[in-house]
Each structure stands twice: as structure tokens, then as C-alpha cells.
Nanobody
Framework: QVQLVESGGGLVQAGGSLRLSCLAS???????MGWYRQAPGKQRALVAT???????NYADSVKGRFTISRDNAKNTVYLQMNSLKPEDTAVYYC?????????WGQGTQVTVSS
């Protein structure tokens, strides 16, 4: 069964930290993995991506605050989020891009209070 299961979201005060995890199961030949987010009333937007070789890419709004990492043996991708701001509040979605298809997780809510 193909699954992307996210965990680690929650409520945090501005300036705080959270770590999101996403475990991919039943998916083979994964190339890129990463995170998007969708705030209320806005389109889903890229947060960070990481290739199977470890190359990373970040949205300008999170550079220097968020770090994406990956454990290929565990098919797991992580997003360490530091210095969180209220504008980081969104539903965060994990994705895994295999050869012919992109899989998505169900989303995890991150809420940053001011």
C-alpha cells in the first residue's frame, strides 16, 4: 500500500521550532522528496526539496530558518523549522516523486501564534 505519512505539526509560539517527518512506504525509485505548504486562501507553495543525492532547494521565505534532510534507507524526509513566524502558519504537505508519478501526504497543520 502506497502511503506518505506526515507527523510533527502542531501549535508553537513565534520564534519556536518544530520538526516535521514524512515516511514514504510502498513507493519505489523515489527521486525528489520535499514539502509544500498551503495557507488559508492561498495556493499551495513550495517550501523545500531534496534530491536522492542530497541537493536541496528552499523557498526564499524560509532560507536560513528551515532545513530539509532525508534518510534514503528509511524513505523518510524531515523538515526542521526554526525561528517560526506567524506567516509560516499553513498545512504542510510532504511529497515523493518517483519515476512516473508524484505522491502526496495528507498534510499536517502548523500554527504559529504571535
Amino acid at each position: 500500500q502506497v502511503q506518505l505519512v506526515e507527523s510533527g505539526g502542531g501549535l508553537v509560539q513565534a520564534g519556536g521550532s518544530l520538526r516535521l517527518s514524512c515516511l514514504a512506504s510502498g513507493i519505489f525509485n523515489i527521486n525528489n522528496m520535499g514539502w509544500y505548504r498551503q495557507a488559508p486562501g492561498k495556493q499551495r507553495a513550495l517550501v523545500a526539496t531534496i534530491t536522492s543525492g542530497g541537493s536541496t532547494n528552499y523557498a526564499d521565505s524560509v532560507k536560513g530558518r528551515f532545513t530539509i534532510s532525508r534518510d534514503n534507507a528509511k524513505n523518510t524526509v524531515y523538515l526542521q523549522m526554526n525561528s517560526l513566524k506567524p506567516e509560516d502558519t499553513a498545512v504542510y504537505y510532504c511529497y515523493a516523486r518517483a519515476t512516473d508519478y508524484t505522491y502526496w501526504g495528507q498534510g499536517t497543520q502548523v500554527t504559529v501564534s504571535s
